[in-house]
């Protein structure tokens, strides 16, 4: 799958071998010293494999990005070397992760790392990153523990996290004065940090807000029928809902033959991307206020021709994945050819404050805690035909619902 | 509360018991007759899912009717029984005669390959099946909505049940099923085609968890993630009723389903634990399950599946071991960083692996929940680095074996209890716990996102004297725990596990030898577990979890459950597979699933096994003979 030239990594393998064998502190500048000629390769681990139907429309972007950057001249500050996206499977587990990622820094050579999906991966290679001084773009993962406490100077993250993704729903809802809540969420780091952040997010927001009970199912094994019957008994006029995928699915037809959403308000998070829509299919609820990526009805910033191309090269519509990876690379290309240099504290210093044109609109790395603004889109979710949609879009920029400045000063001191 | 909302609560869990005893009834029968543990039943329910999905809509494009989507979901379960009988004659049929445990290897091996070719046959996105025609809508039952699907899933149940109790009462095949279930070697010595038997149980096996998973497509999507999933379950619901019996399959699935139905009432958070915590309670109380019998052949004379003698170190093997040790050390010296990393990875599971050979080999105590002691042992090293205390690594170090030893005794005291498969299955649920407590306690744990920062103190943070510290200690570990296995204790680990009323009845105290054993391999593995923490710089759940378990008992299988040291051949060449296979392609599962297959295959007394055989020491050969 990758497109790496054998050649050219046999040879820098042996040279990384020979200026390896001193000692472990030699890494960093063998690592610069390769790096000084033929393409500047990058380290991208993903689960393509168990979160394929992410992680591939990922994949698929940034090639095509990588491309368009390669035929555009390479990187310009750089000598016009080409960008060499180096992918790997990052076994789903923290410990699979965190080796795969050492051999890309160690035989793959690469300049700086990418990527992850889950939570505790992300983090895993964050902290690996660190103990490195390597430099870690980590583009999917949510938590918020990853700019915030668990945050270092080597980590940078592009997806709006789950604190800002919480706060853009509850704008959208804090004024329909609905101030009994249900939430459910499944049970763990991600679910139940959704739920905390709305809970206080709309104790601010809504004077006499109050939520009536929750559900916590556990993930991947919701047992809809038992959780729509608990929820249905809470009377609750909203309900705030952070399943997703498979679970997602069996709760909303569960939802749908109990009335579950008849006469309620659902906020929903990431319902309306269509990794999690597709799925739903004729089933899509109407009227769910969800974040998502409606990519048919999105103008501007050269989007279309994005989905132009996409649609062309893959025989595919683009998933939130696919909009996330051809970002990610248009921010490296930048990044590059602000540091004009593959040294890890050129790139840091060139990232952090870095504004980058994208496909979906400017998004500024934020030097404070190294969180990018790239936004969500927020509308309401509609059945168009047998498929889902979203109507009454419009775009969150993320500069609007960053963590406050205090907050994450508080969160990162260590 | 409402009595309304209890009669529909109790409902939905009514209909969820169904479901589950669908899917159970198969993984029972299975084996009752074969005495596999067959991991792979998961991957026949998510088979039937898939092939239902794409089977269903299409007999309903030519005729929209009710008729037309049960006919769909019972030529899903057919197909799903033949895939069953050719993983039967292909695979199963050939390794009948190896230790039972190469034939649970083998099965895991099916679910890795399934996996992904169902992600390659049906792609990424989760497939959502159509809703049964004219059962779409909701049932007014009190006041309330209640699907009427779910009122169908609730009579299919009783309906299977009603079918195996006449398949197995009213036809030859049903009386040869509980013949096979009592004693298997009998039915064989009365003449049985005991190959034709087995091929159609897997079918029956396999149909009925191609069934389970075809009736779920209303209400869930097929997706990649349900095997293991819906596995977990199973085992559960069989073990609770009693390994072979349908009847208890069916009482367990009901009461599992109650249980969670109004668990998540009183306790929303903990639902992943109360269904294991049922399953402890219930084997501590009934050893065999509510309906299960005492394993026949408990009373009889069984080859071990384990170390069969032990043999000392001749001067040869004394030079291959310091050989391989030198070689081992000298990695730094002649590896790069990257092989630095492997290496160290190695010496770790080599310990962990070395450990489960200590229970598996030495004690006859086979343990799916070895991971929960390795994690144990990662999670008290990181927590106490990382946590209030800052303690330094090397009180964390000294930790990590502690903590993984208390909760060894702790339900190790229980486990000794049990015997053969149910011991293994308690050792799964306490498993379990561990790694639903690690999961959903964020604020100790962290939850799935684990707890980062676990590096080494400064003086040993370098990759290779990080290696040095791991091998020094690994290697001490390893060689301590050989020695037990050569002194009196091993010795008398061994006789209770060829048979334990001699063993008591010439004054051996079975379980008081079998809980220390349990908890010193508990404290082993600990040690690895605290190793690999700070090798990582995390923590995470999935330190505890079964996949984790599985590969240590890969590695020992691979290894050779019959040799003392084969464990750490087993741990180097699985792990070094792993590595290789992985950067090749996103399918490194279905590449793995197959080698770990043609390993069983070719070598089915493991690597070093082989070699000893090949050495012309046939020492292992007898009692693998005598199981056939």
């Known amino acids: 799958m990758s497109t790496r030239d054998e050649t050219f990594s046999l040879m820098s393998r042996r040279a990384v071998i020979g200026g390896l064998a001193a000692a472990p502190l030699g890494l960093a500048a063998s690592r610069a010293a390769a790096q000084g000629s033929g393409p500047i390769r990058i380290g991208e681990l993903n689960s393509y494999g168990r979160m394929a139907a992410f992680a591939v429309p990922y994949r698929n972007a940034m090639q095509l990005a990588q491309d368009a950057v390669n035929k555009a001249g390479g990187i310009k500050a750089l000598g016009g070397r080409p960008i060499e996206i180096v992918f790997r499977d990052d076994g789903s587990t923290p410990g699979d992760a965190t080796r795969v990622a050492e051999e890309l820094l160690t035989r793959e050579n690469v300049a700086f790392l990418c990527g992850t999906f889950l939570s505790n991966v992300g983090l895993a290679v964050a902290d690996l990153a660190n103990q490195r001084k390597a430099l870690f773009l980590a583009t999917e993962p949510l938590t918020d523990a990853?700019?915030?406490?668990?945050?270092?100077?080597?980590?940078?993250?592009?997806?709006?996290?789950?604190?800002?993704?919480?706060?853009?729903?509850?704008?959208?809802?804090?004024?329909?004065?609905?101030?009994?809540?249900?939430?459910?969420?499944?049970?763990?780091?991600?679910?139940?940090?959704?739920?905390?952040?709305?809970?206080?997010?709309?104790?601010?927001?809504?004077?006499?807000?109050?939520?009536?009970?929750?559900?916590?199912?556990?993930?991947?094994?919701?047992?809809?029928?038992?959780?729509?019957?608990?929820?249905?008994?809470?009377?609750?006029?909203?309900?705030?809902?952070?399943?997703?995928?498979?679970?997602?699915?069996?709760?909303?037809?569960?939802?749908?033959?109990?009335?579950?959403?008849?006469?309620?308000?659902?906020?929903?998070?990431?319902?309306?991307?269509?990794?999690?829509?597709?799925?739903?299919?004729?089933?899509?609820?109407?009227?769910?206020?969800?974040?998502?990526?409606?990519?048919?009805?999105?103008?501007?910033?050269?989007?279309?021709?994005?989905?132009?191309?996409?649609?062309?090269?893959?025989?595919?519509?683009?998933?939130?994945?696919?909009?996330?990876?051809?970002?990610?690379?248009?921010?490296?290309?930048?990044?590059?050819?602000?540091?004009?240099?593959?040294?890890?504290?050129?790139?840091?210093?060139?990232?952090?404050?870095?504004?980058?044109?994208?496909?979906?609109?400017?998004?500024?790395?934020?030097?404070l805690d190294h969180q990018s603004t790239l936004g969500a889109w927020i509308g309401e979710t509609a059945l168009n035909g047998r498929q889902g949609t979203m109507r009454q879009v419009r775009y969150a920029d993320g500069a609007d619902y960053m963590f406050p400045e205090a907050e994450v000063k508080a969160a990162r001191k260590a | 509360m409402d009595p309304s909302f209890l009669v529909l609560q109790a409902l939905s869990g009514l209909a969820s018991a169904s479901s589950l005893f669908v899917i159970a009834s198969g993984l029972t029968i299975v084996f009752g007759v074969t005495r596999i543990v067959n991991f792979a039943h998961g991957s026949f329910y998510m088979l039937g899912a898939y092939i239902a999905v794409t089977l269903v809509p299409r007999l309903l494009d030519l005729s929209y009717s009710p008729a037309a989507f049960f006919l769909g979901v019972l030529l899903s379960a057919l197909l799903v029984g033949l895939i069953g009988v050719a993983v039967e004659v292909l695979l199963l049929r050939r390794i009948y005669r190896v230790p039972e445990l190469f034939q649970l290897l083998a099965t895991f091996g099916v679910v890795l390959i399934v996996e992904d070719l169902v992600l390659k046959i049906w792609g990424p996105v989760d497939i959502a099946g159509p809703r049964a025609p004219s059962l779409r809508h909701g049932v007014e039952i009190l006041g309330q909505r209640f699907p009427a699907y779910e009122l169908v899933l609730i009579a299919v149940g009783p309906l299977v049940l009603g079918l195996l109790w006449l398949l197995m009462h009213r036809t030859r095949f049903g009386v040869l099923i509980r013949a096979a279930t009592q004693d298997r070697e009998m039915v064989g010595a009365l003449g049985v085609n005991q190959a034709r038997l087995f091929t159609l149980t897997l079918f029956l096996g396999a149909s009925l968890a191609g069934l389970g998973g075809a009736l779920q497509i209303p209400r869930v999507p097929a997706n990649a993630h349900m095997d293991l999933s819906i596995i977990t379950d199973a085992f559960v619901v069989t073990v609770i009723g009693g390994m072979g019996s349908v009847p208890g399959a069916f009482v367990a699935a009901l009461l599992i389903g109650q249980l969670q139905a109004f668990g998540i009432l009183i306790f929303p958070k903990v639902t992943l634990v109360l269904v294991f915590a049922l399953m402890a309670v219930v084997l501590v109380v009934k050893p065999w399950g509510l309906f299960g019998r005492p394993e026949a052949a408990s009373g009889r004379v069984m080859p071990p599946e384990g170390i069969p003698s032990l043999r000392r170190f001749r001067p040869a093997d004394v030079a291959l071991a310091g050989l391989a040790a030198a070689a081992l050390l000298a990695v730094p010296l002649l590896g790069d960083a990257y092989k630095v990393k492997v290496a160290t990875e190695i010496l770790i599971f080599a310990l962990a692996a070395f450990s489960l050979q200590f229970l598996v080999g030495v004690g006859g105590l086979v343990s799916f929940g070895h991971a929960a002691y390795f994690g144990l042992g990662a999670y008290a090293a990181g927590l106490l680095v990382t946590g209030p205390l800052k303690a330094p690594m090397e009180l964390a170090l000294l930790a990590a074996p502690l903590a993984a030893a208390a909760g060894a005794a702790l339900f190790g005291f229980f486990i000794v209890r049990l015997s053969g498969i149910y011991l293994a299955m308690l050792t799964l649920a306490f498993g379990q716990i561990v790694y639903a407590i690690c999961f959903q306690w964020v604020e100790v744990t962290g939850g799935d996102n684990g707890v980062v920062g676990v590096w080494p103190s400064s003086w040993a943070s370098g990759r290779i004297t990080y290696f040095y510290l791991v091998a020094a200690l690994s290697l001490t570990a390893i060689v301590l725990l050989r020695r037990v296995i050569y002194a009196p204790f091993g010795y008398s680990l061994r006789a209770a596990r060829d048979s334990a009323t001699r063993a008591e009845a010439i004054g051996l105290d079975v379980r008081t030898h079998r809980w220390l054993g349990f908890t010193l391999a508990g404290a082993a593995a600990g040690l690895a577990g605290g190793l690999y923490a700070f090798l990582k710089g995390s923590i995470d759940p999935t330190l505890t979890g079964i996949p984790l378990s599985i590969d240590f008992l890969v590695m020992v299988l691979v290894g050779g459950i019959q040799t003392v040291m084969g464990p750490l051949v087993g741990a180097a060449f699985f792990h070094a597979l792993k590595d290789a296979v992985m950067p090749l392609t996103e399918f490194w599962r279905l590449l793995l699933g197959i080698a770990i297959i043609a390993t069983v295959l070719a070598f089915p007394r493991g690597l070093a096994g082989a070699a000893e055989a090949i050495r012309g020491r046939t020492v292992a050969r007898k009692p693998v003979e005598a199981s056939a």
């Open chain 1, 146 to 367: 990853l700019t915030m406490g668990s945050g270092n100077r080597y980590t940078f993250r592009v997806r709006p996290n789950t604190y800002m993704q919480t706060r853009m729903l509850v704008e959208a809802v804090k004024d329909r004065g609905i101030k009994r809540w249900a939430i459910v969420a499944p049970n763990y780091e991600y679910g139940q940090s959704a739920a905390a952040n709305f809970k206080r997010l709309m104790t601010a927001a809504v004077p006499g807000f109050e939520v009536v009970g929750e559900q916590f199912p556990a993930l991947g094994k919701v047992d809809a029928g038992a959780t729509v019957g608990a929820l249905s008994q809470m009377k609750a006029d909203g309900l705030f809902n952070v399943l997703f995928g498979a679970d997602l699915t069996a709760f909303v037809r569960e939802g749908n033959t109990r009335g579950l959403f008849e006469k309620r308000t659902v906020a929903s998070l990431l319902t309306g991307e269509p990794e999690y829509m597709i799925p739903l299919g004729d089933e899509t609820p109407e009227g769910w206020i969800t974040t998502g990526y409606p990519w048919e009805t999105i103008e501007g910033n050269g989007h279309k021709e994005f989905v132009t191309a996409y649609r062309a090269r893959f025989n595919d519509t683009p998933r939130l994945g696919s909009l996330l990876g051809y970002v990610v690379v248009g921010m490296i290309r930048d990044m590059l050819e602000k540091a004009g240099s593959t040294d890890t504290e050129a790139m840091i210093a060139a990232l952090e404050g870095l504004t980058s044109q994208t496909i979906a609109g400017p998004v500024t790395m934020r030097a």
